[in-house]
């Protein structure tokens, strides 16, 4: 057992009328940011009814023939299904044992930011054999948002700069969601084969609703595995390395994985926060103190790491890592 545990934060006092609930549940957030990397958030402001049309969106796609779910096969652009063995960490011996569907705003495909090539925004690939995912995954899409937009602001007011420091402008995000399925496995793991192997995610919050088989372990300061248990009404929220970097280091980007129990299926469902597409990730200094790191594009940043996470996009294979080497996702 660890003597680090992952904290429950109720983000209800966000809202904001009550100035001091707020402030303290700021420093409550930045506190676990700074050390485990990882917190649960109950009150988060996404109903029960929404997450149970995005699972069950889920069951659908991914228990549809294989012909069907090519036809809206990854795009170049990051959007669609990508197939068991697409996803391979930085490092890491073997493929993760996971389908996903990925989607984010959507724009059309004459979008002029797209056009001019925003990369990372793109238009969505829905599937024409499930009509009503793209209203469903839309909703949960914009309700995630708010809420990752109340904890940036939180994490802003938290670290003493202005609380909109982090989102100077949100009209176009380049957030995306993952919708993960995990078959289940008959035999011990192997070392080397994982649901989700070691990894930390490359952008800014991710918030993971999961259903209720367990099997997300994140590592603590001992390098000591624990178990993220599924607890009902919360997500589980981790700081990318996006927002470690924009913190100037003081935030942590927990290494993670997945290893599902034997002979159970898994879902879970994954909203990476982002900033907006054109955002500067410039470092939070505080008073004397120096940027550890220059600033850089949002995009060319999670697009570097993606070039290197996703198979589709490698053109040659990563050097070989060993399987303790920081893998990145997302
Ligand atoms: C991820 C991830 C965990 C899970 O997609 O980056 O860590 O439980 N997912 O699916
Ligand atoms: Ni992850």
């Avoid at 506190?31 to 990882?38: N, R």
């Avoid at 809206?72 to 389908?99: C, N, Q, Y």
């Avoid at 989607?103 to 969505?124: M, Y």
Wanted: hydrophobic fraction near 40%; include cysteine.
């Amino acid at each position: 057992m660890s003597t680090e545990r992952i904290p429950i934060i109720d983000v209800s006092p966000l809202d904001g009328w009550n100035e001091v609930a707020c402030r303290h549940v700021a420093d409550e957030l930045c506190e676990a940011a700074c050390t485990v990397g990882f917190f649960y958030v109950r009150n988060h402001g996404v109903s029960r009814v929404q997450l149970d049309e995005v699972f069950s969106a889920a069951r659908n796609f991914f228990a549809a023939p294989e012909e069907k779910k090519r036809s809206v096969a990854i795009s170049p652009f990051h959007r669609g299904w990508l197939e068991i063995g697409a996803t391979k960490m930085a490092g890491s011996a073997a493929s993760d044992v996971k389908e996903s569907f990925v989607w984010g705003l959507d724009i059309p495909p004459d979008d002029p930011d797209f056009l001019a090539g925003g990369r990372l925004l793109a238009p969505n690939q829905w599937p024409l054999f499930l009509p009503e995912m793209r209203a469903q995954l839309m909703a949960y899409f914009q309700s995630t948002q708010l809420c990752g937009q109340r904890l940036l602001r939180a994490f802003a007011t938290g670290l003493g700069v202005r609380s909109d420091y982090f989102l100077t402008h949100v009209d176009k995000p380049v957030s995306r969601g993952a919708l993960i399925y995990y078959p289940p496995r008959s035999s011990e793991p192997d070392v080397a084969e994982f649901g989700a192997a070691p990894h930390s995610d490359f952008g800014t919050l991710t918030l993971l609703a999961q259903d209720e088989v367990g099997g997300l372990q994140v590592k603590d300061k001992s390098g000591v595995w624990i178990d993220a248990d599924p607890i009902e009404g919360t997500f589980v929220v981790n700081v990318g390395d996006l927002l470690a970097r924009w913190s100037n280091g003081r935030f942590e980007s927990t290494p993670h994985r997945v290893v599902n129990p034997l002979g159970q299926e898994r879902y879970s469902v994954a909203m990476f926060v982002d900033p907006n597409w054109d955002s500067v990730v410039e470092p939070v200094t505080l008073a004397g103190e120096c940027a550890k790191h220059k600033p850089v594009g949002c995009v060319d940043y999670i697009m570097d790491r993606y070039d290197e996470a996703f198979a589709y996009r490698n053109k040659e294979e990563p050097p070989d890592g060993g399987a303790e080497e920081l893998n990145r996702a997302h």
